[in-house]
T-cell receptor, first 114, second 111 residues
Framework: EAGVTQFPSHSVIEKGQTVTLRCDPI?????LYWYRRVMGKEIKFLLH????????ESGMPNNRFLAERTGGTYSTLKVQPAELEDSGVYFC????????????FGPGTRLTVL | AQSVTQLDSHVSVSEGTPVLLRCNYS??????LFWYVQHPNKGLQLLLK??????LVKGINGFEAEFKKSETSFHLTKPSAHMSDAAEYFC?????????FGKGTRLHILP
């Protein structure tokens, strides 16, 4: 069974540009989560999808971040325009059930904004 | 409010000696607690979880953790470290639909 995959693995962009990160969850997992780890800090929750609906997006830092999950399969996280403080590793996770159960994590996308 | 404190950012042990990674938490409810491990260039992998059943939880690769409510702790242990255990470890609290990560402890194994 394929695990959670994320694309790209690395992205280096200039401040002001747009970047789109993609996450493919494990097939059949209704729950999809995005997290971010800024260098030297803890991993922080960004948002949670149940199928195609946003269950909780309280962790999204500001309106430059837009997450979508059309059709309840893969998800994208767009940053527009990117700022220096957006640099970090963005993790995606999926699970068949809710927060009280194991989440399966992807390897992350390392975003560097110059 | 929830919080998770991993008391050590780095821990170094010799191969074959015991491992102790410390985690304290605060929670208003009855949380679920997890330990995840991240090896370089890999995703986070679940080591073990506590969800209000037995207080001593056994995980993969010989790791275990004990939930101590009176001490609000969930320390991770392993009797004998192996070189392959070198990685970063995260203590995680989950309650009422919210997940909080500790800052991580990087475990170094000395030959």
């Amino acid at each position: 069974e394929a695990g959670v995959t994320q694309f790209p693995s690395h992205s280096v962009i200039e401040k002001g540009q747009t970047v789109t990160l993609r996450c493919d969850p494990i097939s059949g997992h209704d729950n999809l989560y995005w997290y971010r780890r800024v260098m030297g800090k803890e991993i922080k929750f960004l948002l949670h999808f149940v199928k195609e609906s946003k269950q909780d997006e309280s962790g999204m830092p500001n309106n430059r971040f837009l997450a979508e999950r059309t059709g309840g399969t893969y998800s994208t996280l767009k940053v527009q325009p990117a700022e220096l403080e957006d640099s970090g590793v963005y993790f995606c996770a999926s699970s068949p059930m809710d927060f009280y159960n194991e989440q399966f994590f992807g390897p992350g996308t390392r975003l560097t904004v110059l | 409010a929830q919080s998770v404190t991993q008391l050590d950012s780095h821990v170094s042990v010799s191969e074959g000696t015991p491992v102790l990674l410390r985690c304290n938490y605060s929670s208003s409810y009855s949380p679920s607690l997890f330990w995840y491990v991240q090896h370089p260039n890999k995703g986070l992998q679940l080591l073990l979880k506590y969800t209000s059943a037995a207080t001593l939880v056994k995980g993969i690769n010989g790791f275990e953790a004990e939930f101590k409510k009176s001490e609000t702790s969930f320390h991770l242990t392993k009797p004998s470290a192996h070189m392959s255990d070198a990685a970063e470890y995260f203590c995680v609290v989950s309650e009422i639909g919210r997940v909080i990560f500790g800052k991580g402890t990087r475990l170094h194994i000395l030959p």
